[in-house]
């Protein structure tokens, strides 16, 4: 970012709109790149829904190849990102559909997840939880989770892990 600076600075101030536009682009694409290279303490999103059957072919792709287990929906795709933006022992909250929890197709996804993270609460939002949707058309979730496996939760070396308690929640 540091050596993109001046040559944007140049383009921001020149007189031609379409020359400032692609400037002005680019100095928030070279933004987001240092943001998400970086890794966080905490992580909290809604993050989008869409079902895989709905997804573009470039977005279909880039889910299959980078986020195999979670590929079915675009909101587990952002459960296992928001995961791997954290560091070591990082945490994420997410609100998300709650679908995964109990489709096969996600059987692979589940254990992964409970395999390599901590999971402290799933709390059920139920139907009303969004003002601007009407019905049951999203059963929605809030999962807080840790990043890394309960020995990375623990003590100092050579103590033992400490202990974890999944906190279930049911606000509908």
Not at 95 to 107: A, E, M
Request: aromatic residues 6%; positive net charge.
């Amino acid at each position: 970012m540091t050596e993109l600076q001046p040559a944007l600075q140049q383009s921001l101030h020149a007189e031609d709109g379409t020359e400032y536009e692609a400037a002005v682009a680019a100095q928030g694409l070279a933004r987001a790149a240092l943001l998400l290279g970086k890794k966080y303490e905490l992580v909290i999103t809604n993050v989008p829904y869409l079902a895989r059957g709905k997804q573009g072919d470039a977005l279909r792709d880039f889910c299959e190849t980078h986020y195999p287990e979670a590929k079915n929906d675009l909101a587990t795709v952002f459960l296992e990102r928001c995961l791997n933006l954290c560091a070591a022992g990082g945490t994420s909250c997410i609100v998300l559909p709650q679908n995964w929890l109990f489709l096969t197709t996600y059987k692979k996804f589940r254990e992964k997840l409970l395999k390599k993270h901590v999971w402290h609460m799933l709390a059920r939002l139920g139907a009303g939880a969004f003002a601007t949707i009407s019905g049951e058309v999203v059963k929605a979730v809030l999962l807080t989770m840790s990043r890394g496996s309960s020995t990375a939760h623990g003590g100092l070396m050579g103590e033992k892990p400490a202990i974890h308690h999944l906190r279930g929640l049911d606000v509908a």
